[in-house]
C-alpha cells in the first residue's frame, strides 16, 4: 500500500479511511489492518456507499448510503457537478 505520507508520520494520530463503496469489506479491511499498525489515535472508517454483502469482519463508522443490491449489480459512484450513485 502506498500513502503520501510515512505511516510512523500517524501515530497518535487521528485518522479518517474513506472508500467509496463497501461491499465484502476486502478493500477496506486491509487498508484499516494497514493503517492500525501505524498505531494512529483513532481510526474511523467512512464510506459513501455499503452494500451489506460482507466477507471480512468490518463495519464504516460513517455511511453515507446503504443500499439492497445483489451480488450480480454493479455500483459507480461519480463525483462532479451533481454527486450521483448509479446502480446497474
Request: charged share 25%.
Amino acid at each position: 500500500m502506498q500513502l503520501s505520507i510515512e505511516p510512523k508520520e500517524l501515530r497518535n494520530r487521528v485518522v479518517v479511511l474513506v472508500d467509496d463503496v463497501l461491499m465484502s469489506g476486502r478493500t477496506l479491511m486491509h487498508a484499516a489492518g494497514y493503517l492500525v499498525q501505524a498505531a494512529p489515535k483513532r481510526l474511523t472508517t467512512v464510506v459513501l456507499v455499503d452494500r451489506r454483502h460482507r466477507l471480512f469482519p468490518i463495519r464504516a463508522d460513517i455511511v453515507g448510503l446503504t443500499l439492497s443490491t445483489t451480488l450480480q449489480e454493479h455500483i459507480s459512484v461519480e463525483f462532479g457537478k451533481k454527486d450521483s450513485v448509479y446502480l446497474s
